[in-house]
């Protein structure tokens, strides 16, 4: 699904971050956000996924095609792990849990409840929820934080076969992934700070 961003500006607390943000995305393309720690990937991210309103501008799809993968993993603790993603796929109409957790070697590890997960198994368990959310739009923030060498490559590989299925990911990530897209560094996107009754 193409992802269409037009004069858009977003902001924390009323003051604005970033400004003038026009991009395209187009289905089977990634987007890679850079940018220092506090630039406004974050604030980019959650707007984009419809979790706080922009400023002005638009962006299109809307929030229910957006799949947001956040810093925090999402996991209910006193769940299983086949608990939780059977929960996410309850409630975001998706299903193939068996094959997510097939992808992040979670299957000797679905009766486990989350609260007992090291680290990186929490946040293999939440990028395994983008797989039964069944929306066609990925926006991840750090995805690879807690991951070693090899669960990095099992995020890279979901991520081409979303692609190749014609999804689009939009991720802030300070690594090389090596997907097929863009970069966009929000440097050269940053507002001034004012009010947002300030902006036009």
Same mark, same amino acid.
């Given at each position: 699904m193409?992802v269409?961003? /037009?004069?858009? *500006?977003?902001? /924390? ?6 400004a ?5 995305? %187009? ?12 630039? &406004?990937?974050?604030?980019l991210?959650?707007?984009l ?12 799809? @809307?929030? &229910?095609?957006?799949?947001?993968g ?13 608990e939780?993603?059977?929960?996410w796929?309850?409630l975001?109409?998706? @299903?193939?849990?068996?094959?997510a957790?097939?992808a992040?070697?979670?299957t *000797?590890?679905?009766?486990? =409840? ?9 946040r /293999? ?5 983008l ?10 923030? %750090?995805?690879?934080v807690?991951l070693?060498?090899?669960?990095? *490559? /099992? ?8 692609l190749?299925? &014609? ?9 090389d =992934?090596?997907?097929? @897209?863009?970069?966009l ?10 009010h947002?009754d @300030?902006?036009?």
């Open positions: 193409r269409e961003v /037009r004069d858009l *500006a977003v902001g /924390r607390g009323g003051v604005p971050v970033l003038g943000l026009s991009f395209a995305v %187009e289905p089977g393309r990634a987007l890679i956000l850079r940018g220092p720690n506090g630039a &406004g990937k974050t604030t991210l959650r707007t996924a419809g979790l706080q309103p922009p400023y002005a501008g638009t962006v299109a799809p @809307g929030p &229910g095609q957006v799949a947001y956040a810093h925090a993993d999402g996991m209910k603790g006193q769940l299983t792990v086949l939780n993603l059977s929960f796929a309850g975001h109409g998706g @299903g193939g849990v068996a094959a957790l097939e992040f070697a979670l *000797a590890l679905e009766d486990r =409840l989350a609260q007992h997960l090291s680290a990186g198994q929490r /293999r368990l939440g990028l395994a929820r797989m039964v959310a069944d929306r066609p739009v990925w926006c991840l923030d %750090e995805p690879t807690s070693d060498t090899a669960n990095t *490559a /099992r995020f890279v590989a979901m991520v081409e076969r979303h190749g299925a &014609g999804g689009t990911a939009i991720l802030a990530t300070h690594i =992934l090596g997907l097929a @897209g863009d970069t560094d929000v440097r050269a996107h940053r507002a001034r700070a004012r947002m @300030g902006i036009a």
